[in-house]
């Protein structure tokens, strides 16, 4: 199965802003969830904080990002506007995709999700 591509990492000072995308045009289907995860360091787990179901739109994120981050998905994009980054926000930044299916929300559908790419960089300096 084709792996998702990130691209729009970069290295920006606290309070700045960066715009992450993500291909998803293998994931075409209405009943895909999109969803974004990170990792903090190598060996951590990724932690998925933000998500969106392809059908309706409706998105949903951790408490963590919530106010700060905007997940969209435009066609076969799907995109993460990260605005206020704060020192706890650097990161390995990923993309996932999986069919929602009978799982009950989002979240849950894409924690079944493996077959990872190679993510993009956030730097946040101080």
């Known amino acids: 199965q084709a792996r998702p591509v990130e691209s729009g990492g970069g290295s920006v000072q606290t309070g700045g802003s960066l715009k992450l995308s993500c291909d998803v045009s293998?994931?075409?289907?209405?009943?895909?969830?999109m969803g974004w995860f990170r990792r903090q360091a190598p060996g951590d787990e990724r932690e998925e904080f933000a998500?969106?179901?392809?059908?309706?739109?409706i998105a949903s994120y951790a408490d963590s990002v919530q106010g700060r981050f905007t997940i969209s998905l435009n066609k076969n994009t799907l995109y993460l506007q990260l605005n206020g980054l704060t020192p706890e926000d650097p990161a390995m930044y990923y993309c996932?995709?999986?069919?929602?299916?009978?799982?009950?929300?989002?979240?849950?559908?894409?924690?079944?999700?493996?077959?990872w790419g190679q993510g993009t960089q956030v730097t946040v300096s101080s």
């Open positions: 996932a995709a999986a069919l929602k299916g009978v799982w009950p929300t989002c979240r849950s559908a894409v924690a079944t999700f493996r077959t």
């Open positions: 293998a994931y075409t289907r209405s009943d895909y969830c």
């Open positions: 998500d969106i179901y392809r059908r309706d739109g």
